[in-house]
T-cell receptor, first 110, second 112 residues
Framework: GENVEQHPSTLSVQEGDSAVIKCTYS??????FPWYKQELGKRPQLIID?????GEKKDQRIAVTLNKTAKHFSLHITETQPEDSAVYFC?????????FGTGTRLQVFP | DAGVIQSPRHEVTEMGQEVTLRCKPI?????LFWYRQTMMRGLELLIY????????DSGMPEDRFSAKMPNASFSTLKIQPSEPRDSAVYFC??????????FGPGTRLTVL
């Protein structure tokens, strides 16, 4: 089955800095790559996604890049703000299922 | 759209009791997923339905867990009998196609 790894597991940045989280997957059949944000006590929320025919997608301060050859995709957050503090999950899609990574806890210090 | 609705939001019960969690998916979504989240195991897919039919229940931990979807707007996850190790947050998610999933607010279950 699909093996998903996220790095780093925790990330602390100063407000205004950039943050990058990387997700590695094992199954080359995966074809949809979303990132979810989960604030404390809240539900996971889809923040950005990319499909396998696209290399990069941007939405304001967040972007996702995909390298299908190397089987990894990354979340980029620029100009971080305290409200970006949360746990972020990658979840490559394969055969009707999202396989969630173990999460990255991002802390943005003012 | 109200989004995915789950009830109850919090449930505290005693070991051995039956627990029923409820979910109303987003109207028009054909897929419904039940997840469990714990610190130790992260987000686990328990079971999912397509057009009200269970497709994959390989994530259901044991026979004490069962799920039904009697119609397109309602699903239940039942635990009978409940045990302390079932304490977790249970999420329901729905999607039009299986990939882009939207989560409900979750039910925090505590089994004493």
């Amino acid at each position: 089955g699909e093996n998903v790894e996220q790095h780093p597991s925790t990330l602390s940045v100063q407000e205004g800095d950039s943050a990058v989280i990387k997700c590695t997957y094992s199954d080359s059949a995966s074809n949809y790559f979303p990132w979810y944000k989960q604030e404390l006590g809240k539900r996971p929320q889809l923040i950005i996604d990319i499909r396998s025919n696209v290399g990069e997608k941007k939405d304001q301060r967040i972007a996702v890049t995909l390298n299908k050859t190397a089987k990894h995709f990354s979340l980029h957050i620029t100009e971080t703000q305290p409200e970006d503090s949360a746990v972020y999950f990658c979840a490559p899609y394969n055969t009707d299922k999202l396989i969630f990574g173990t999460g990255t806890r991002l802390q943005v210090f003012p | 759209d109200a989004g995915v609705i789950q009830s109850p939001r919090h449930e505290v019960t005693e070991m051995g009791q039956e627990v029923t969690l409820r979910c109303k998916p987003i109207s028009g979504h054909d897929y419904l997923f039940w997840y469990r989240q714990t610190m130790m195991r992260g987000l686990e897919l328990l079971i999912y339905f397509n057009n009200n039919v269970p497709i994959d229940d390989s994530g259901m931990p044991e026979d004490r867990f069962s799920a039904k979807m009697p119609n397109a707007s309602f699903s239940t996850l039942k635990i009978q009998p409940s045990e302390p190790r079932d304490s977790a947050v249970y999420f329901c998610a729905s999607s039009f196609v299986a990939d882009t999933q939207y989560f409900g607010p979750g039910t925090r279950l505590t089994v004493l």
